[in-house]
């Protein structure tokens, strides 16, 4: 039998990024999600909101970390275009709603307990997202309403630094995440997109940091840039967490220099 016991340090096993894997706000880390170790069972629930000039993003969901081993996770994103959706001729707050199913599997290192080492926690995963809008999408240019992100992620924790630092390759089709679909007349190809987190621990149970994550471009109506985000983190014990952002998310469906907050609750063991 698994216990239901947490033996990870606060904060190492990160928080609930945007799509439910165990990381940062915007991408995944090689952690594994909750507090359990070898032989332990780990889980959260989490709720997220962005909200930019001209768009407001929900995600809620659950992660499942089992044995340090391997990671689950199910989340559903709710994309609301507000007053923009009238002026796309979809209509005043059309919604788009995205269910992405997670797996993450840990293939080398121990970001925590590796110390006298500098190889990472390295660990491999997958995404798959599917648009419940998918007319829409195909209608603006997408060329699928479901796909599939892999990724490769490396995390290493400097103790005595207080220093987290995280770098993922992602290969993806997504446009913007996947809300706008798969692939475009630009390009139906996979893209290998880089993404990166630098966290500083305060305190035990503070931490601050930044993240950076690329995104293809396969849109002709609808160009993308790369986002970025600013965070702090406060775990007050294993059992919840809230993180709040600035994030700057670029263009979104032709509207420009999408920026705003980001905050997101976690809770579990």
Not at 1 to 13: A, E, N, R, S
Not at 44 to 54: A, C, L
Not at 127 to 138: L, Y
Request: with cysteine.
């Amino acid at each position: 039998m698994v216990p239901l016991t947490g033996g990870k340090l606060l904060l190492t096993c990160g928080v609930s990024e945007l799509e439910g894997a165990a990381g940062g706000g915007l991408t995944p880390w090689a952690v594994i999600g909750g507090y359990g170790t070898a032989g332990q069972l780990g889980a959260n629930v989490h709720g997220t909101y962005v909200h930019t000039q001209d768009y407001a993003l929900g995600s809620w969901g659950v992660t499942v970390g089992i044995a340090n081993r391997v990671e689950l996770s199910l989340a559903r994103q709710r994309f609301d275009t507000r007053d923009v959706g009238a002026t796309l001729g979809l209509g005043e707050n059309f919604t788009f709603n995205q269910n992405i199913f997670g797996v993450k599997v840990r293939v080398l290192g121990d970001a925590v307990l590796d110390q006298d080492t500098w190889v990472p926690q390295i660990s491999a995963g997958l995404q798959f997202k599917h648009n419940e809008q998918g007319d829409i999408v195909k209608a603006v240019g997408a060329m699928s309403n479901s796909g599939t992100d892999f990724y490769l992620s490396a995390t290493k924790l400097l103790l005595a630094q207080s220093l987290l630092l995280n770098g993922t390759v992602r290969f993806t089709k997504a446009n913007q995440f996947g809300l706008l679909g798969f692939g475009g007349d630009r390009s139906n190809a996979y893209h290998a997109e880089f993404e990166s987190s630098v966290a500083y621990l305060l305190s035990k149970s503070i931490a601050i940091g930044g993240e950076y994550r690329m995104k293809p471009d396969n849109l002709s109506f609808a160009r993308e840039q790369n986002v970025y985000d600013a965070f702090v983190a406060w775990a007050p014990n294993k059992h919840v967490s809230l993180t709040a952002a600035y994030v700057a998310l670029g263009d979104i469906a032709t509207v420009r220099n999408q920026r705003g907050l980001y905050v997101s609750l976690q809770a579990g063991f």
